[in-house]
Antibody
Framework: EVKLVESGGGLVQPGGSLRLSCAASGFTLSSYEMNWVRQAPGKGLEWLSFITISGSTKYYADSVKGRFTISRDNAKNSLYLQMNSLRVEDTAVYYC???????????WGQGTMVTVSS | QAVLTQPASLSASPGASASLTCTLRSGINVGTYRIYWYQQKPGSPPQYLLRYKSDLDQQQGSGVPSRFSGSKDASANAGILLISGLQSEDEADYYCMIWHSSAWVFGGGTKLAVL
């Protein structure tokens, strides 16, 4: 079964850091570009970051640029999101999503919840 | 002004058709963009429905019924997701998305009620 599973979410204080992981199974991560998307409680989807297959090119939303870093380890079939200087407004469910060769987000994980609160 | 604007909610009756719009900000020409549509039901991640740029450049997601189709209204500078023969299971949030200025951008989403 083709699957993405996020982990690493939790409760963190404002200004703190967290590293999210996204484990791929049922397919080879190294064949796909990948993205992170989040959804605040009761709100819409917000794209955060994109990474090419090799990891050489990365894009970020303005809201997280300079604070979040996307990376991947194709040997471990895993995608990561390092989140620093977290703010209350970063509270959301964080999804990783596979981008296929038609540029569609065809596979999504179930998400991991990040709560930023004192 | 947001890059993509979607009406917050829409309601329609079972068996009817629903037209969900995704309006691009002034100065961004809908004709040059592929518009992607996603459906999200409560407690679940989004699912890809389809993408539409033109009748010659469109793609249906795997397993997505033909009741879901895409189009554009150039005069309104908008992408459209048309759902025909509405069923109760179509009740969900719908998001449009484009690739713009080296970033994926989602619309704010439309909550579709089937009642």
């Amino acid at each position: 079964e083709v699957k993405l599973v996020e982990s690493g979410g939790g409760l963190v204080q404002p200004g703190g850091s967290l590293r999210l992981s996204c484990a791929a199974s049922g397919f080879t991560l190294s064949s796909y570009e990948m993205n992170w998307v989040r959804q605040a409680p009761g709100k819409g989807l917000e794209w955060l970051s994109f990474i090419t297959i090799s990891g050489s090119t990365k894009y970020y939303a303005d809201s997280v640029k300079g604070r979040f870093t996307i990376s991947r380890d194709n040997a471990k079939n895993s995608l990561y999101l390092q989140m620093n200087s977290l703010r209350v407004e970063d509270t959301a469910v964080y999804y990783c999503a596979r981008e296929d060769d038609l540029d569609t987000f065809d596979i999504w994980g179930q998400g991991t919840m990040v709560t930023v609160s004192s | 002004q947001a890059v993509l604007t979607q009406p917050a909610s829409l309601s329609a009756s079972p068996g009817a058709s629903a037209s969900l719009t995704c309006t691009l900000r002034s100065g961004i020409n809908v004709g040059t963009y592929r518009i992607y549509w996603y459906q999200q039901k409560p407690g679940s991640p989004p699912q890809y429905l389809l993408r539409y740029k033109s009748d010659l450049d469109q793609q249906q997601g795997s397993g997505v019924p033909s009741r879901f189709s895409g189009s554009k209204d150039a005069s309104a500078n908008a992408g459209i997701l048309l759902i025909s023969g509405l069923q109760s299971e179509d009740e969900a949030d719908y998001y449009c998305m484009i690739w713009h200025s080296s970033a994926w951008v989602f619309g704010g989403g439309t909550k579709l009620a089937v009642l």
